[in-house]
């Protein structure tokens, strides 16, 4: 029987409020992973940069979530526990190891986290990653909690050293995000195994990889008769009339709404402990099934011919919630429907901006004057896709941007030049391949680079093309302006986004180029990993004509006044959120819009 591992020396524990990625974390440390890694996403984010300060532990960041895999995979190979931290959609892009991994097998314990967002709070779709252990055929545990985040994520150690698996661990936003209690307990000392040569083991050549198969249904049998009498299947409740069958968050939605209810709790939803699960089945009248997104559990109890209502009762769009499992429950005629939700009272929305000074916003202007059909990219950049830029035309996933420039310009269906906009770490995410992509195929088109020094849209982590890791050590920044040559184009500026006439200048000089052409803008992101704040500007209510060019960018630091010139609204600056970038005073025929100082010495 697998147990959660138990510190090496006794001592006092201690119990702490922690997010369910510091849980996961913490679970880690205490199980004595030596490798960390991971690429930032919410809402897996904060699971690294919660133990970055430790040096005891190699804590990274990797270009994208396959090298990251890649990494923690050789990690295990050499004998250290490793965690691989990523959202859902990166999973994606390290599925090409993930899947050949469950073949290898490991050396010492690997363990991957997908966060998945349900609901899509920070994401382009809202796919449900339980459907990768399936696949991989490798064990899945879902945590509902803080405490379970630890104690799983511990645990998940041990099963993939015992299994010789990597193990899936699924958290969702809520989990991730919300805080609860967790004891502490010691790290582990746990010794370095080294590297043992096997090839027929870890060299998948297709003769290798055929005698690994039957290996890897033969542990998906194990782990079967393991998940019959683990205690990650836990029991609530007592009664007949009706059973549920939770995993994750929804468990504790089910336990405030009904919380006598009798519930068998999956901790691990793969694979299946069908035979507890047909026993509970049998002994209650009606059973239901409460999960997050897909009927993933449901569609195995019903092709196991076991009778269950679920979807039909409960979404499979968006996150669940109290409120909505009580709906639920109410159409199955088990509760009242409860007190009607008041609707918020009607307020005036504010649309997502770029921030105040952000220096994306010059060369969004530009490709709308020179009519660009613009590919993008994932990034806070993709808000240009919004009024009032309104200057973005696709945007699908991390790097698709440049290949599917390729493809437009190939296409010659569009109806004015082909931009790919994409921003530094998701050019070195995955971005490089397409650009020589495009060299290769001479593809008419622009990359513009959006060099702003960091992975700004989840809170301004490091890169390669920072020269700083995520544990604070120097090291050597991608040259990004010698990548693109090397990959072979010709023609390469790099330009100052806040000189909005050289903006226009290298852009339309990059557009009228043949073939493929890049531009790179060269100013740090005003948020992190510092704030950039200059001397903000102020308008001149006198001078002001109204004529609102100001507004064009969509700063949110611009508002409306209440003051009117010829029937037009005038505007003013917020001092406190202004950067100082000078983009307005740029866009100002009537030159109002002057510092701060300025005009107090101007109205002295």
């Known amino acids: 029987m697998i147990t959660a591992p138990t510190a090496s020396k006794a001592d006092e524990v201690t119990r702490v409020l922690m997010s369910g990625n510091e849980a996961v974390a913490r679970g880690a440390v205490e199980a004595g992973v030596l490798v960390a890694v991971g690429y930032p996403g919410t809402p897996s984010t904060e699971i690294l940069e919660s133990i970055a300060n430790r040096d005891d532990i ?64 920070s994401s382009q779709n809202e796919q449900d990653n339980r459907a990768y252990a399936r696949m991989a055929a490798v064990p899945l545990l879902e945590p509902s909690d803080s405490a379970e985040a630890k104690a799983y994520t511990a645990l998940a150690f041990e099963i993939s050293e015992t299994f010789d698996t990597p193990v899936l661990v699924r958290t969702t936003t809520r989990v991730s995000h919300n805080r609860g209690l967790v004891e502490l307990a010691e790290r582990l000392d746990r010794p370095v195994l080294g590297f043992t040569k096997n090839p027929a083991k870890y060299v998948m050549i297709p003769g290798n990889a055929r005698r690994r198969r039957p290996v890897v249904l033969k542990r998906l049998d194990d782990m079967r008769d393991y998940v019959e009498e683990s205690p990650l299947t836990e029991a609530f409740g007592s009664g007949t ?3 549920v069958i939770t995993s994750g968050i929804a468990h504790h939605y089910v336990r405030e709404v009904l919380p006598d209810a009798r519930i068998l709790k999956l901790g691990m939803s793969y694979p299946l402990p069908m035979e507890r699960i047909r026993r509970f089945a049998d002994s209650v009248d009606r059973l239901f099934v409460v999960e997050e997104l897909d009927p993933y559990v449901e569609n195995d109890l019903r092709a196991a011919g076991i009778d269950v209502e679920g979807k039909s009762l409960f979404p499979q769009i968006g996150e669940l919630s109290p409120d909505v499992v009580r709906a639920g429950f109410a159409e199955a005629g088990l509760v009242s429907k409860g007190i009607p939700i008041v609707a918020a009272p009607s307020t005036v929305t504010r649309p997502p901006l770029m921030c105040p000074g952000c220096p994306h916003t010059p060369p969004f202007l530009a490709l709308k004057r020179l009519g660009a059909v613009v590919t993008g990219d994932i990034g806070c950049y993709t808000l240009a896709a919004l009024e009032p830029l309104s200057s973005m035309d696709t945007c699908v996933a991390m790097g698709s941007s440049i290949g599917m420039a390729v493809g437009m310009a190939a296409s010659g269906g569009a109806d004015g030049p082909v931009v790919a906009t994409i921003g530094d770490s998701t050019f070195l995410h995955s971005g490089v391949a397409a650009l020589a992509d495009a060299v290769y195929a001479h593809a008419n088109i622009t990359v513009l680079i959006l060099d702003n020094g960091t992975t700004a849209m989840t809170g301004g982590q490091e890169h390669p093309g920072t020269g700083v890791t995520l544990q604070g050590t120097a090291a050597t920044p991608v040259d990004l302006v010698a990548m693109c040559t090397a990959v072979g184009v010709k023609d390469v500026k790099v330009i100052d986004p806040y000189d909005l006439a050289a903006t226009y200048g290298a852009l339309g000089d990059a557009i009228s180029h043949a073939g493929p052409s890049v531009v790179i803008t060269n100013r740090p992101c005003v948020e992190a990993p510092m704030k950039v ?12 004509t109204a004529c609102q060019a100001c507004m064009t960018p969509g700063c949110p630091s611009i508002v409306w006044s209440d003051e009117l010139f010829e029937g037009r609204r005038k505007v003013v600056i917020d001092p406190i959120t202004c950067t100082g970038c000078t983009l307005c005073v740029q866009l100002c025929p009537p030159r109002a819009i002057v510092l701060v100082n300025t005009a107090e010495v101007s109205h002295a």
């Open 58 to 121: 190699d804590v990274r960041w990797s270009p994208n979530e396959k090298v990251a895999l890649d990494v923690g995979l050789g990690a295990s190979l050499g004998g250290v526990r490793a965690l691989v931290t990523m959202k859902h959609v990166g999973l994606n892009v390290a599925a090409d190891t993930f899947m050949t991994a469950a073949y290898t097998g490991v050396g010492a314990g690997l363990v991957v986290i997908s966060a998945d967002d349900p609901g899509m709070h």
């Open 241 to 243: 009339d009706f059973g």
């Open 533 to 544: 704040r200059d001397t903000p500007f102020t308008v001149l209510a006198e001078a002001c």
